[in-house]
C-alpha cells in the first residue's frame, strides 16, 4: 500500500506564494515520476506540473516562470512553489506519483497513485 499526503495549501493574495509538499510512503520500490494535478470548480483535472525521477520537468504553460516543481529523493518527496499566484491558479491541487511498488516478492511496475488533494486559493 502506498499513500501520497499533501500539505502546504491555504489562502493567498494575489501575487503571494505557496509553497506545496507531498510526501510518499509505504511499499515502494522506486519512484518515477511525481507531479501535480489540479481541478479548478467545474473544470477538468489538468497538469500542472511533473518530474521524472532523472529531475527533467514540464510544465504547463499557465504556470511557466512562476511555478517550480523540485524532488527530494532520500525523502520521497515532491514540492511545488508557487510564485505570482493568480486568482485563476485557485483550485485543489492533487499530488500524482508513479510508483514501482513492491508486493511480497513481486514489484509491480508503473502504478499511479493520487493525493487527497489540498485546496489553494487565491483571492484579495
Known amino acids: 500500500q502506498v499513500q501520497l499526503v499533501e500539505s502546504g495549501g491555504g489562502l493567498v493574495q494575489p501575487g503571494g506564494s505557496l509553497r506545496l509538499s507531498c510526501a510518499a510512503s509505504?511499499?515502494?520500490?522506486?519512484?518515477?515520476?511525481m507531479g501535480w494535478y489540479r481541478q479548478a470548480p467545474g473544470k477538468q483535472r489538468d497538469l500542472v506540473a511533473i518530474?521524472?525521477?532523472?529531475?527533467?520537468?514540464n510544465y504547463a504553460d499557465s504556470v511557466k516562470g512562476r511555478f517550480t516543481i523540485s524532488r527530494d529523493n532520500a525523502k520521497n518527496t515532491v514540492y511545488l512553489q508557487m510564485n505570482s499566484l493568480k486568482p485563476e491558479d485557485t483550485a485543489v491541487y492533487y499530488c500524482?506519483?508513479?510508483?514501482?511498488?513492491?508486493?511480497?516478492?513481486?514489484?509491480?511496475?508503473?502504478?499511479?497513485?493520487w493525493g487527497k488533494g489540498t485546496l489553494v486559493t487565491v483571492s484579495s
Open positions: 500524482y506519483a508513479e510508483i514501482d511498488e513492491k508486493v511480497g516478492q513481486v514489484v509491480i511496475g508503473d502504478m499511479d497513485y
Open positions: 509505504g511499499t515502494i520500490f522506486s519512484l518515477n515520476a
Open positions: 518530474i521524472a525521477d532523472g529531475g527533467s520537468t
